[in-house]
Every structure is written in C-alpha cells, then in structure tokens.
C-alpha cells in the first residue's frame, strides 16, 4: 500500500502532463495550419502556450468554426438549378445598363465574391420604416397561392407580429406551403417565443442552429442575421427590418426604430429565394424544388442585381470585400447609411482611399444607440477618418437600423449587413448589389432626408468630450472584435 501511495500522484502528474500536452499540442497545430490571419494566429498560440488547457477549451468554443464545412456540403448537395450557378440564368440578362458597364470592375469583382449570377430586369422599391415594409409583407402573404418562405432574426409575437402569425396561418388552411426560420438566438428577445405559437396555429417553423448545451457553446457566436422572405417565388422581400412593434412608428411602440426594407420582383428574387433554402436545408434536411419554389419569372424592371451571402461558412468575408471593392470604383461621392460604426481594416482604408482621391465621403450613423458600447466605441474610429476629410453625421432619435451604401448615383448595396465585425465575419447575413440611376436617387433621397434631420460629428466636438468620456470609449474600444 505505501507503494503505491508513493507512485499513484507521480502517475497522475505525467498523465495530466501527458492531456496538457496533447490537448495544447492539437490545439497549436490547428491554429499553424488553419488560421489565415497572422494576428489571430499569434493571440491564440500565447493563450494556449500560457495556459494550456484552458486556452486549448477556449479556442475550441470560439477560435474554430465548425460549420465551415457544413456550409460547404449543404451548398454542394443542392442541384445547379436550385444553387443559381453562374450562367444558369444568363440568358435572362439584358444588354447591360449604362451603370454597369460604368463599373466594370466592380462587376468583376462581385461576380468572383458571390456565387451567384449578375441578372437583370428587376425592380426594387423602397419601403420606409416598418409603417410601410411589414403591412406590405403582410398583404403579399394574404395574396399567397403556392408558397411563403420567410426568414428573420427576430420575430415578436404580439402587435404586427401576432398579425404575421395569423396571415400565415390563414396561408397554411389555404394549402399554401409555408416555411418560417427564425435565428435561435433571435428568439430570445421577446417572450413567449413565436416557434411555439406558430407550430400551434400549424405553421412548419424552425430555429436556425438550435444547438444545446455543448453544441450551443460551439456555435453561440454565430447567427442568421438574414431578413428574407419570399411568395410565391416571385416577389421577395429583403433589408434590415425585423419582425417587430417598434418598427410601426405611426402606432408610438415604446421602443421606436427606424429602417429601411425592400420590395422586389425579377430574376433576382431566384437567388433570394436560393439563400432561403440554403438555409432551410442546413436546418432541417429539406429541399425545397420545383415551380412552387422556383417559378420561371419575368423581368419587369432595370436593375441590375446579384445577391450577395456571407457569413462563418465562407472565409473569405466576401461582403468586407465587396463593400471595399465599391469604395475604391468610387469616383464622385459615397453615401453610407449604417447603425453599427466599426469597419474593419479593408473598408477603413477603403473609405480614406476614397478622401485621398478626392471622392465626398459622408457617412449617417445614429445619435441614439441601442447598444450603447457600439457607439462609445465608434467614436474612437472617427479621428483619422474626420482628419482626412470624411463628413460623419448622426442622426436625430429614434434609433435608426437603416444599412445602405450609395456609390455616384449609379450602385447601392441594401440588405442586412451592418458594418462591424458581427455582422462581416460571424453573421449569416444577404445583401443586394444593385446598378440602377433610379434607384440610387431615391435612395439618394433616403439619404438626405436622415441627413436634414442630423448633427455633424468633428474635430472640435470630439475634442470637447470630457476625459471620462475619452476613457470610456476607448476601454469599449477594446471589445470591438465582440461586438
């Protein structure tokens, strides 16, 4: 017995050795292998080299994505039809618009980021504000016959929500086919949740990534923050506003938000609807097919689009690269509409490219945050853009959600990406890259009329902040890879 007394804690010791440098050992050489992004790479090697199993556990649960190949297999099991391959619908293109022969290279450069296909003959219609966008889509699933698919982050059942709810469950008893998905995260914002008061009323809804206990761990950074819907698979509906009584601003909700959302028709709303089943196959195995889900459709406009995904399946964050391809095509002038302020390293010497070269920058974010870290943060990324020329306003209150991008009255970018590191490396998020003149005088217009209503940000009023001030916003500084 005093035998082993004597051995047994040297054995435990070099088995516990033994774990510490196998786990820090595989977690080491996964970051050599895989992490593409030197910085990264070096904070994640000191972690595990300081503290082995631990930092080994942490990088497990937030340094590897796991669904990268995930995405990759759902999207390859899809037929070429239901993907939107490049030239699967070329036929449907036009003579090219003036705008974009106008931007060659950014056409170029969209068609390697997205795999999907510049169409023409669409029209997108501008939806102010909830006011607008959610009756909207509420009369387009009235008038459903064949289909609705509907994704959102965030869908409250109570107000315009419990209307939602109601509609589709009228669509369903008229044997339409309905498919609801809803962020798992996003359901957490209101209670009760609405999966539970849609299965009930027999709509077939799910939960985007409703992992427990381990696997919520591995995947709790991650969303779908797409707002898509789609009837009929002909009219489509896509931008920044979620499913909620704080977007009906003419009913005074307690907690008022501004946004813009879109209405669109044409060839485009194949790959919105593309994007939907990407996702519904990833949650629940299903394939949505045939001409229920993918009529062939007409072309009733001009606007020159493609959809542009991205998110943790695609490292190649093609909507940062996107929105920086624009800024350098840039000629005249670029108009940014944005809630969340934290550009990433490409866009922010995208946007000080576009100052040097002579271009008027001016950029709307809200004076009144819902997170109010995002915007102490912000305002630390002012300075260098502000010195160089950039106009940075922000708007009077209530909170504006509003996202779009503006380039020489010729290009817009809509949809739902903000511009922070949430929304461009770990969010699923959908966005529009539209060329149309008309377009982009109305969102133009859009624009202008934020602006009447904002104050500009400078030098001098940055400088006026109190230390207190200063210091509190460069701690928040800090967390801006989490925000």
């Known amino acids: 017995m005093s035998f082993l007394h004597h051995y047994l804690p040297t054995v435990w010791h070099w088995a516990l050795f033994l774990l510490e440098v196998v786990v820090a050992g595989g977690a080491l050489l996964h970051v050599i292998l895989r992490k593409n992004d030197p910085r990264a790479a070096a904070y994640w090697v000191a972690l595990i080299a300081l503290v082995p199993v631990l930092g080994a556990v942490l990088y497990l649960l937030l340094g590897i994505n796991i669904i990268r190949r995930s995405g990759r297999r759902y999207r390859e099991a899809m037929s070429p039809e239901e993907r939107g391959l490049p030239g699967y619908v070329s036929h449907l293109l036009p003579e090219w618009e003036t705008e974009v022969q106008a931007m060659p290279g950014l056409?170029?450069?969209?068609?390697?980021?997205?795999r999907?296909?510049?169409v023409g003959g669409n029209t997108v219609e501008i939806l102010r504000d909830g006011t607008?966008?959610?009756?909207?889509?509420?009369?387009?699933?009235?008038?459903a016959r064949q289909s609705v698919s509907l994704l959102s982050y965030i869908f409250e059942i109570k107000g315009i929500g419990m209307r939602f709810a109601e509609a589709l469950e009228r669509a369903v008893k008229r044997g339409v086919e309905v498919r609801v998905m809803i962020d798992d995260a996003g359901t957490r914002y209101a209670w009760p949740p609405v999966t539970g008061e849609l299965s009930r009323r027999g709509v077939t809804v799910r939960r985007f990534m409703p992992n427990r206990f381990i696997g919520r761990l591995l995947t709790m950074n991650l969303r779908n923050h797409r707002k898509l819907m789609v009837v009929d698979g002909r009219v489509g509906f896509t931008g920044g506003i979620n499913i909620r009584q704080g977007n009906m601003l003419r009913e005074r909700p307690a907690h008022p938000v501004q946004d813009l959302h879109f209405r669109v028709?044409?060839?485009?709303?194949?790959?919105?609807?593309?994007?939907?089943?990407?996702?519904?196959?990833?949650c629940t195995g299903e394939v949505l097919k045939g001409e229920r889900w993918y009529p062939e459709l007409d072309m009733p406009g001009d606007v020159s689009a493609i959809g542009l995904p991205g998110g943790p399946d695609d490292d190649t964050q093609p909507i940062a690269f996107?929105?920086?391809?624009?800024?350098?095509?840039?000629k005249r002038e670029v108009r940014v509409i944005t809630p969340y302020f934290l550009p990433t390293e490409p866009i922010f010497s995208a946007l000080i490219s576009c100052v040097l070269r002579g271009v008027k920058v001016r950029i709307i974010v809200p004076s009144q945050n819902n997170i109010p870290l995002v915007k102490?943060?912000?305002?630390?990324?002012?300075v260098?853009?502000?010195?160089?020329?950039?106009?940075?306003f922000e708007s009077a209150p209530p909170f504006d959600h509003s996202k779009a991008l503006i380039i020489d009255g010729a290009f817009s970018l809509i949809g739902s990406t903000n511009w922070d590191p949430r929304s461009l490396q770990l969010n699923f998020e959908f966005n529009l890259a539209c060329f149309d003149d008309v377009l982009a005088r109305k969102l133009t217009a859009e624009f202008d009329r934020k602006l009447a209503r904002s104050s500009e940000v400078t030098l001098e009023t940055l400088a006026a902040q109190s230390p207190a001030e200063r210091l509190r916003n460069g701690i928040a500084r800090l967390f801006i890879p989490l925000l």
């Open 376 to 382: 102490w943060a912000s305002r630390t990324s002012y």
């Open 132 to 143: 607008e966008a959610l009756p909207a889509m509420l009369e387009a699933i009235e008038a």
């Open 107 to 114: 056409v170029k450069s969209l068609d390697t980021l997205s």
């Open 265 to 282: 028709r044409g060839p485009v709303v194949r790959q919105m609807q593309q994007m939907f089943g990407e996702d519904w196959q990833f």
């Open 322 to 330: 996107a929105i920086a391809t624009a800024l350098h095509e840039a």
């Open 116 to 118: 999907m296909s510049l």
């Open 384 to 392: 260098p853009l502000l010195k160089r020329g950039c106009h940075i």
